[in-house]
Every structure is written in C-alpha cells, then in structure tokens.
Nanobody
Framework: QVRLVASGGGLVQPGGSLRLSCAASRSIFSINTMAWYRQAPGKQREWVAIITSDDSTSYADSVKGRFTISRDNAKNTVYLQMNDLKYEDTAVYYC?????????WGGGTQVTVSS
C-alpha cells in the first residue's frame, strides 16, 4: 500500500509563493510519471504539473511560467514551487501518478490565496 502525503499549503497573499511537498511511503517516483493535481470548490480535480521518470516536465496553461515541479527520488518526494500565486490558484492540492491510481490518493494540502 502506497500513501502519498501532501504538505506545505497555507494562506498566502496574491503574488506570494509556496512550496508544496509530496512524500511517498515507498519508492515509486523513479519509475512513474508523477503529477500534482488540484481541486477548487465546486470544480473537478485537474492536473497542474507533470514530471516524468527522466525529469521532463509539463504544465497546465493556467500555471505555466509560475509553477515548477521537481522530484527527489532518494527522498521519495515530489515538490511544487508556486510563485506569483493568484486567487484562482485556491484549491486543495494532491499528488499522484499519471494516470492517477485511485488507491494512491492521499490527503491533500489546502492552498488559499487571499488578501
């Protein structure tokens, strides 16, 4: 059983930054494409950033140029650096493989952008 635990969220003003972390209970990152997802109130969950096993990255248009995904396989951790945060970035953020595995969803971390 793999547990993915996201952390690092919080309350931040528009234009601010946060760094999210996602730790896995065992090593899965080195062999899987990992993704950060988010779900805003009343909306469906969407992916925002992807990193492959060879460190290729891809971003949703809404976060391109502002968010950076990275991974540390030795620590079984994936990161999401979020800069220039906007109100519309408010959501619960999760990590999972891509495609997502239903048994990998763990607790997300709340990001709230508010003045």
């Amino acid at each position: 059983q793999v547990r993915l635990v996201a952390s690092g969220g919080g309350l931040v003003q528009p234009g601010g930054s946060l760094r999210l972390s996602c730790a896995a209970s065992r090593s899965i990152f080195s062999i899987n494409t990992m993704a950060w997802y988010r779900q805003a109130p009343g909306k469906q969950r969407e992916w925002v950033a992807i990193i492959t096993s060879d460190d290729s990255t891809s971003y949703a248009d809404s976060v391109k140029g502002r968010f950076t995904i990275s991974r540390d396989n030795a620590k079984n951790t994936v990161y999401l650096q979020m800069n220039d945060l906007k109100y519309e970035d408010t959501a619960v953020y999760y990590c999972n493989t891509l495609p997502a595995r239903s048994d990998y969803w763990g607790g997300g971390t709340q990001v709230t952008v508010s003045s």
